[in-house]
């Protein structure tokens, strides 16, 4: 009778983890092509293996489960199983009456593929249409008033991108603020206008962009130490995001996405 000894599966484990992680390095860079190039394959791998773990400790193990939690990584934010603005997301990876992994992933999915309907519109006009008018934002619109701050900063991204507003409701925008105001201090952002900036770029790219490689330019930037100043450390954040969104706006009106 073969025996295999606890070394041994230790060793078929890792062997199909590299497997799989070579696969979705190749799937991946195909997916979203843009976000890879970024990346670079280190860190690609590196957000990989993270996925896998992260994707464990809601029960999903399968190579597609697995597979399409991280694809969620990139479309939706670095965490987007905890992002406020994404409450449903995490409702449905938690809910202990959905057993099966692929019946939990199909919920996932759906619920994933209103979301982008809604917040994206056909042909994603409405996401072309808020980045059309956020090129023209200057840095001297930011919010900058001390009272009733949230509101101000509510009514800005209202007015730039109502479509994604309506859909994520005035309750999870408002714990967005709330979470940003005090992530934003964190990252040496202590100005209204920064404040601000920050929290649109949460709104934009996810709770916890400041560590997202998808987006390397704002992690390299927030994570600059000779950026001490926070006006100085502001405007160069809203330097690179208005770059970086006039070239996403370019991209989608050639017909090309972030994501396949």
């Known amino acids: ?26 799937h991946l860079q195909q997916f979203a092509p843009k976000y890879c190039e970024a990346m670079g394959e280190i860190e690609l791998r590196s957000l990989i293996n993270s996925g896998i773990a992260r994707a464990s400790e809601y029960g999903l193990t399968g190579r597609g489960p697995v597979r399409f939690f991280i694809e969620q990584m990139f479309l939706l934010g670095i965490d987007f199983d905890t992002d406020p603005q994404l409450p449903w997301a995490f409702e449905i990876l938690k809910d202990s009456n959905i057993q099966d992994q692929m019946v939990r992933s199909n919920f996932l999915y759906d619920r994933t593929m209103d979301y982008i309907d809604a917040v994206g519109g056909k042909d994603y006009e409405y996401i072309k249409e808020a980045l059309r008018k956020l090129v023209f934002l200057r840095f001297e619109d930011l919010p900058n008033a001390q009272d009733d701050f949230g509101y101000a900063v509510l009514r ?16 999870a925008l408002r714990s967005l603020v709330i979470l940003g105001f005090e992530q934003s201090k964190k990252n040496g952002l202590t100005t209204y206008p920064g404040i601000s900036l920050y929290i649109a770029l949460m709104f934009a790219f996810g709770h916890r962009f400041d560590h997202d490689p998808r987006i390397p330019w704002a992690v390299n930037l927030l994570n ?3 950026l001490q100043n926070p006006t100085d450390r502001a405007r160069s954040l809203y330097r690179g995001a208005m770059e970086y969104f006039r070239e996403m706006l370019a991209d989608l009106e050639r017909g090309e996405n972030l994501c396949a």
């Open 1 to 26: 009778m073969l025996t295999i000894r606890k070394e041994q599966m230790q060793v078929f484990r890792q062997a199909a983890l590299r497997h799989f992680e070579n696969d979705m390095t190749v």
């Open 156 to 171: 800005r991204l209202r007015t730039i991108y109502p479509q994604k507003c309506d859909h994520v409701g005035e309750d």
């Open 224 to 226: 600059n130490e000779h």
